[in-house]
């Protein structure tokens, strides 16, 4: 079994930046991909971007290409979402989730197994 917690949201400035980890316990993580969505009030669940397993590849959504980076330590079991640029549009809860099969450019939420508890991202105008 996997535990994935976020951390590090906030309420950020529009034009400023904020990093959220998630942090896993009870397997390593070096073999999943893992992604990162948001769902805002109103609205789905939405894919954001995604890892590796090797932290070699990534795939973002095209409203945060440019401004997101995901990144990951599978040293310290642990994966990022640093967010550059923010915008109003990005105020949201924040989920990360893990894909045992590996499946980062999948893209949707169907794809991955686990997922954490998120953590509240607003962006103020």
């Known amino acids: 079994q996997v535990q994935l917690v976020e951390s590090g949201g906030g309420l950020v400035q529009a034009g400023g930046s904020l990093r959220v980890s998630c942090a896993a316990s009870?397997?390593?993580?070096?073999?999943?991909?893992m992604g990162w969505f948001r769902q805002a009030p109103g609205k789905e669940r939405e894919f954001v971007g995604a890892?590796?397993?090797?932290?070699?590849?990534?795939y973002y959504a095209p409203s945060v290409k440019g401004r997101f980076t995901i990144s990951r330590d599978n040293a310290k079991n642990t994966v990022y979402l640093q967010m550059n640029s923010l915008k109003p549009e990005d105020t949201a809860v924040y989920y990360c989730?893990?894909?045992?099969?590996?499946?980062?450019?999948?893209?949707?939420?169907?794809?991955?197994?686990?997922w954490g508890q998120g953590t509240q991202v607003t962006v103020s105008s």
């Open positions: 989730a893990a894909d045992p099969a590996g499946r980062y450019f999948s893209g949707r939420s169907s794809t991955y197994y686990y």
């Open positions: 009870g397997r390593t993580l070096s073999s999943y991909a």
């Open positions: 890892v590796s397993s090797t932290g070699g590849s990534t």
